[in-house]
């Protein structure tokens, strides 16, 4: 079998594979953020409390964090094409339970499905692309690939609370069994075999996890994600500080991280493959500093959105920055050192909120914001001088 890690590049773009693999990713994001649009309904029908739905989010992330590191472990030998269109097909039966489900713990056990299928296929995600495109494309594709989790991210939200109301959670939930169907045609045609990269296994993936500036890069990588979740997860309760912001700003200025954030992931691209070590620097920076602005800003709603616009521009070009770092640093154990990024993304996620939690409740919102923003810029200066060394 050719080993994808040592076969040349291939000499054009496959970018309708490549748009493929975004179209998954824009699924399966979608799918892991809408039970956050529809908790009270989700809460009433299956007899629960809002926050005990809620554990609905938790547990897909947690369930990512395992599977992200060890599927390409449990899955040495298979064609990654094959996989790919599995797991989609393992998010549909999950979201297809979902729709049908009679009570709260298969609600959960479903959503574990889910967890796994996004992760395993946000870990491939990087591998498979990079067999899709030359070398000097990579950033290009990653943006293509990342625009699905950013539209997801900004669109699942709103456009499920508002259909919620229309159809109800469980028609949400069917709709996107019927996104995840339509992928996994569209993946069937468009996407090539691609063997495994390098020697998938557990020995490898232990070698990958002792690689030094590996190891460091993914303490930096969290370091940020930690930093910009901490603070992100409160971004709603920041915003009560902010004087004269109505709910029509509100909406406005939560829009407009959004569109923010799909302007940093467009220009994230042309700078991966032209300026790595500038953009792995700049994301965190503007994520730290529109997060130390933001808490310093609050009684002025002029500098509130320029630093919200900053920020989400910077957390856009983030997912492409820090893709495009592990594939650069561990080309030869992409499979191993994806999964370990996604692993330490999911973890990060957790207790960046967590952290922020705590400070929220004791110290305050502002703590919140400061301490994320420092934690933002350390990791992006670590993770900078990696890159230099």
Same mark, same amino acid.
Request: glycine share 12%; aromatic share 6%; hydrophobic share 60%.
């Given at each position: 079998?050719?080993?994808?890690?040592?076969?040349?590049?291939? /000499?054009?773009?496959?970018?309708?594979?490549?748009?493929?693999?975004?179209?998954?990713?824009?699924?399966?994001?979608?799918?892991?953020?809408? #039970?956050?649009?529809?908790?009270?309904?989700?809460?009433?029908?299956?007899?629960?409390?809002?926050?005990?739905?809620?554990?609905?989010?938790?547990?897909?992330?947690?369930?990512?964090?395992?599977?992200?590191?060890?599927?390409?472990?449990?899955?040495?030998?298979?064609?990654? @094409?094959?996989?790919?269109?599995?797991?989609?097909?393992?998010?549909?039966?999950? +979201?297809?339970?979902?729709?049908?489900?009679?009570?709260?713990?298969?609600?959960?056990?479903?959503?574990?499905?889910?967890?796994?299928?996004?992760?395993?296929?946000?870990?491939?995600?990087?591998?498979?692309?990079?067999?899709?495109?030359?070398?000097?494309?990579?950033?290009?594709?990653?943006?293509? *690939?990342?625009?699905?989790?950013?539209?997801?991210?900004?669109?699942?939200?709103?456009?499920?609370?508002?259909?919620?109301? *229309?159809?109800?959670?469980?028609?949400?939930?069917?709709?996107?069994?019927?996104?995840?169907?339509?992928?996994?045609?569209?993946?069937?045609?468009?996407?090539?075999? /691609?063997?495994?990269?390098?020697?998938?296994?557990?020995?490898?993936?232990?070698?990958?996890? @002792?690689?030094?500036?590996?190891?460091?890069?993914?303490?930096?990588?969290?370091? /940020?994600?930690?930093?910009?979740?901490?603070?992100?997860?409160?971004?709603?309760?920041?915003?009560?500080?902010?004087?004269?912001?109505?709910?029509?700003?509100?909406?406005?200025?939560?829009?407009?991280?959004?569109?923010?954030?799909?302007?940093? +992931?467009?220009?994230?691209?042309?700078?991966?493959?032209?300026?790595?070590?500038?953009?792995?620097l700049g994301a965190p920076l503007l994520i730290g500093g529109a997060t130390l602005a933001f808490a310093a800003a609050v009684d002025t709603t002029a500098l509130v959105f320029v630093a919200v616009a900053v920020w989400g521009i910077g957390f856009g070009a983030v997912p492409t920055a820090f893709q495009t770092?592990?594939?650069?640093?561990? #080309?030869?154990?992409?499979?191993?050192?994806?999964?370990?990024?996604?692993?330490?993304?999911? *973890?990060?996620?957790?207790?960046?909120?967590?952290?922020?939690?705590?400070?929220?409740?004791?110290?305050?919102?502002?703590?919140?914001?400061?301490?994320?923003?420092?934690?933002?810029?350390?990791?992006?200066?670590?993770?900078?001088?990696?890159? @230099?060394?």
């Amino acid at each position: 079998m050719t080993d994808t890690a040592t076969a040349a590049p291939p /000499v054009t773009a496959d970018w309708r594979a490549v748009a493929s693999i975004g179209l998954g990713i824009f699924t399966l994001v979608a799918s892991e953020f809408l #039970p956050a649009s529809m908790l009270p309904r989700i809460a009433a029908d299956l007899g629960v409390s809002e926050g005990t739905a809620g554990q609905a989010v938790t547990v897909t992330a947690l369930m990512g964090a395992i599977v992200a590191p060890t599927i390409a472990v449990l899955l040495p030998r298979q064609d990654r @094409r094959v996989v790919l269109i599995g797991l989609m097909a393992l998010a549909v039966v999950s +979201n297809v339970l979902v729709a049908l489900t009679p009570s709260y713990w298969l609600l959960l056990v479903s959503r574990l499905l889910l967890g796994a299928a996004l992760a395993g296929f946000w870990a491939f995600s990087i591998s498979v692309t990079s067999a899709l495109v030359p070398a000097d494309r990579l950033g290009r594709a990653l943006t293509v *690939v990342n625009l699905g989790s950013t539209v997801a991210a900004v669109a699942a939200v709103p456009l499920g609370a508002y259909l919620g109301e *229309v159809w109800g959670w469980r028609g949400v939930f069917a709709l996107a069994a019927g996104a995840g169907l339509l992928t996994v045609l569209a993946q069937a045609r468009w996407l090539p075999a /691609v063997p495994p990269s390098g020697s998938p296994g557990l020995r490898t993936l232990a070698e990958t996890l @002792r690689r030094p500036v590996l190891f460091a890069g993914l303490i930096a990588i969290g370091l /940020v994600a930690a930093g910009h979740f901490a603070a992100f997860t409160y971004l709603r309760t920041a915003t009560a500080l902010v004087q004269g912001l109505n709910a029509g700003l509100l909406a406005a200025l939560l829009l407009l991280f959004g569109v923010a954030n799909v302007v940093g +992931n467009l220009a994230a691209g042309p700078l991966a493959d032209r300026r790595l070590p500038l953009l792995v620097l700049g994301a965190p920076l503007l994520i730290g500093g529109a997060t130390l602005a933001f808490a310093a800003a609050v009684d002025t709603t002029a500098l509130v959105f320029v630093a919200v616009a900053v920020w989400g521009i910077g957390f856009g070009a983030v997912p492409t920055a820090f893709q495009t770092w592990i594939a650069r640093t561990e #080309p030869d154990r992409l499979e191993s050192a994806g999964g370990l990024m996604i692993a330490t993304f999911q *973890v990060a996620i957790a207790v960046g909120a967590f952290a922020g939690g705590l400070l929220v409740d004791g110290a305050g919102v502002r703590a919140a914001l400061v301490t994320g923003g420092v934690a933002a810029v350390l990791g992006g200066l670590s993770l900078a001088a990696l890159r @230099r060394s």
